[in-house]
């Protein structure tokens, strides 16, 4: 009798199980996010963790977990569509439900998270650990040249998913594959894992990733180093800290620990979890333990009497004091007055970016603010990318190469990288 309720359909084909899942409410990410204390979301459903379901659980989680047990008993999964129940419990942010197929619906789980379709949307859920305990990193399509669900794992841009506990779920890569096949997996962009996680601004995954021995030196299909593009591709800072709207949601996350017989809240603060500037000092620590030709990594980051303006130069106008710092533990205090064709000097740009931070230290070091000529200083304040201070998420790596102060300019940038058609004050002034 209980069985055929179970398998019973209403007028629109959906059984009491499936209903369970669709009436579940979506979970607001302002909400507590409830854990259970005394073990990890891998050992939820074991019997050494001991936790009261009653509170951890929703009510419509909880009879998902019964209704999910009992199928598992009686073996009769096999009616249930596991993918259309997964994809309904990542749109309404819900992980518990997703955990509970994983672990009583185990062969219908691995066969579902094969789906391109679903591991796309686990790369782009701010569900609190989805993608390190549900993505299949073998099956996310992430070498083959395209779209790749790992590669924005390992991203995270904006810290959009929250700080992962591990990036254990990654070993198996390097377990299948050699180092060399992972520097040459490219996604559509021409960057690798390295890259990703460098223009996502998380230093523990650069961690990880050179630590299990990716390559620092491999470049992107542009050509570009992971160094330079820790710098270029981080967005301008207030003084060493990342603006406030950087990221998408809350920097604040809220937990509710559980057991069997009490709960704790806990607020974690993810505002450091998300750090460019001390990727820069990851990144030069490793390239000063390489034996490779210093001088050209010195170029790069101040090119004496060129045109363009070295990594030091825009590291100064972006406020990263940290590669500030360890390029001249590398070099000397030298680089520091590093000027280039126009005498631009590192200094100055800090000065006109308002990076005080910056401009006290290098004062420290001795190192004089100096105007350049005034061609280049027009030029320069005419070039002042301070689009930041828009309110609204866009690509910020659209912005790159443009200032506020083209007007005509700006404006047409603008539209294209947010599909809004405004103008910019002027923040600067030439004294």
């Not at 019997?47 to 009686?74: G, M």
């Not at 506020?404 to 599909?419: E, P, V, Y």
Request: a neutral charge.
């Amino acid at each position: 009798m209980f069985e055929d309720l179970l398998q019973q359909k209403d007028i629109y084909g959906r059984t009491s199980f499936e209903l369970a899942f669709e009436a579940m409410p979506e979970h607001d990410l302002f909400e507590p996010f409830k854990m259970p204390k005394n073990c990890s979301l891998n050992d939820i459903f074991s019997s050494t963790c001991k936790t009261n379901f009653s509170v951890l659980l929703s009510p419509h989680e909880y009879v998902i977990l019964y209704l999910s047990q009992h199928f598992h008993s009686h073996k009769n999964f096999s009616f249930i569509n596991v993918t259309d129940l997964l994809i309904t419990s990542i749109k309404k942010s819900r992980i518990y439900p997703i955990l509970t197929l994983k672990a009583y619906a185990s062969d219908e789980f691995q066969t579902a998270v094969t789906n391109p379709v679903l591991s796309s949307m686990i790369s782009e859920s701010p569900i609190p650990f989805l993608a390190e305990h549900i993505l299949n990193i073998y099956s996310s399509s992430f070498c083959n040249g395209g779209r790749s669900p790992l590669h924005k794992v390992v991203q995270n841009e904006r810290n959009r998913q929250w700080e992962f506990a591990s990036y254990s779920f990654m070993d198996g890569l390097f377990v299948n594959y050699s180092i060399i096949y992972l520097d040459n997996c490219y996604d559509e962009d021409g960057y690798n894992l390295l890259h990703r996680s460098i223009i996502g601004g998380h230093p523990k995954a650069v961690r990880y990733l050179l630590e299990n021995g990716m390559n620092i030196l491999q470049k992107t299909k542009a050509n570009q180093s992971a160094l330079t593009l820790s710098i270029l591709l981080a967005p301008y800072t207030r003084n060493g800290s990342i603006p406030s709207y950087y990221t998408n949601y809350s920097r604040f996350h809220s937990y509710k620990l559980v057991n069997q017989t009490e709960t704790a809240d806990i607020l974690f603060d993810h505002n450091g979890t998300v750090n460019f500037d001390g990727i820069t000092s990851i990144l030069l620590m490793h390239l000063g333990n390489l034996q490779f030709n210093r001088t050209k990594l010195k170029q790069v980051i101040c090119p004496y009497n060129s045109d363009d303006l070295g990594l030091i130069h825009i590291a100064s106008a972006k406020g990263m004091l940290s590669f500030i710092k360890s390029s001249k533990d590398l070099f000397g205090d030298e680089i520091l007055k590093c000027r280039n064709k126009y005498e631009v000097i590192p200094i100055y740009l800090a000065y006109i970016y308002r990076q005080t931070n910056v401009v006290q230290w290098l004062e420290k070091m001795n190192c004089a603010f100096q105007r350049p000529d005034n061609t280049s200083e027009i030029i320069i304040v005419y070039n002042l990318v301070e689009n930041y201070e828009l309110s609204f998420l866009y690509d910020r790596k659209c912005f790159t190469h443009f200032g506020q102060a083209f007007k005509q300019l700006t404006r047409n940038q603008i539209f294209k990288c947010t599909g809004k058609d405004l103008r910019l004050p002027i923040f600067f002034k030439i004294r």
